[in-house]
Structure formats: C-alpha cells, structure tokens
C-alpha cells in the first residue's frame, strides 16, 4: 500500500508559478513510477506529467510541454511538480498517482486526495 499526500496547491495569476509536492508513505516509494494528473468539473481527469522511476525519463501532456517540470526525490519520498507561466485553463484539481507501471492513462494503482490550483486571469 502507498498513501500519497498532495500539497501546494492556492490561488495565483496568471504567469504566475507554483510547485506542488506530494509526499508518500508505505512501501518503497523508489520503485513506483509517478504521475500528475488534474481535472475540471465534468471533465475527464487528464494527464499532466509522469516520471519513471528507473531512468528518470518524464514524459507530459500537450498542453503544460514547456511549462510544467516533473521531479523526484527518493531521499524525501516526494515527487513535485513546478508550475510556470499558469494560464487560467491549468485551474483544476490537481492529483498525484503510483504505479508499478508507468502510463499516460488513468489506471494507476494509488492516488492522492487532489489539491486545487487557480489561476487567475
């Protein structure tokens, strides 16, 4: 079992930039690749940024290329994910997730509870 805590999360303008940190408890943080997710009010949750545990390889969706960073530290068993240049439409909730295999695709095995990012034009 991995339990995943999301934090950083606020109101901000755009241009603006945060970083969002979730840190995870349990078993073996290091061998579990790492997602971010987010999602909007009657929208499907979408695909942000994930990070292979192994290779550190990242990979991101369309939309935040460029702008969002994906990292991790195993020493603090934490991944974080910076935020730069926020538009309006990056507000969602934003979630972590842990799997075994690394995806694009919503079927990771743990989750975080979400934390909210707003932006502000």
């Known amino acids: 079992q991995v339990q995943l805590v999301e934090s950083g999360g606020g109101l901000v303008q755009a241009g603006d930039s945060l970083r969002l940190s979730c840190a995870a408890s349990?078993?073996?943080?290091?061998?579990?690749?790492m997602g971010w997710f987010r999602q909007t009010p009657g929208k499907e949750r979408e695909f942000v940024a994930a990070?292979?545990?192994?290779?550190?390889?990242?990979y991101y969706g369309d939309s935040v290329k460029g702008r969002f960073t994906i990292s991790r530290d195993n020493a603090k068993n934490t991944v974080y994910l910076q935020l730069n240049s926020l538009k309006p439409e990056d507000t969602a909730v934003y979630y972590c997730?842990?799997?075994?295999?690394?995806?694009?695709?919503?079927?990771?095995?743990?989750w975080g509870q979400g934390t909210q990012v707003t932006v502000s034009s």
């Open positions: 990070i292979n545990w192994r290779t550190g390889n990242t």
């Open positions: 997730a842990a799997d075994r295999v690394i995806t694009t695709q919503l079927n990771y095995a743990y």
């Open positions: 349990g078993r073996t943080f290091s061998s579990y690749n």
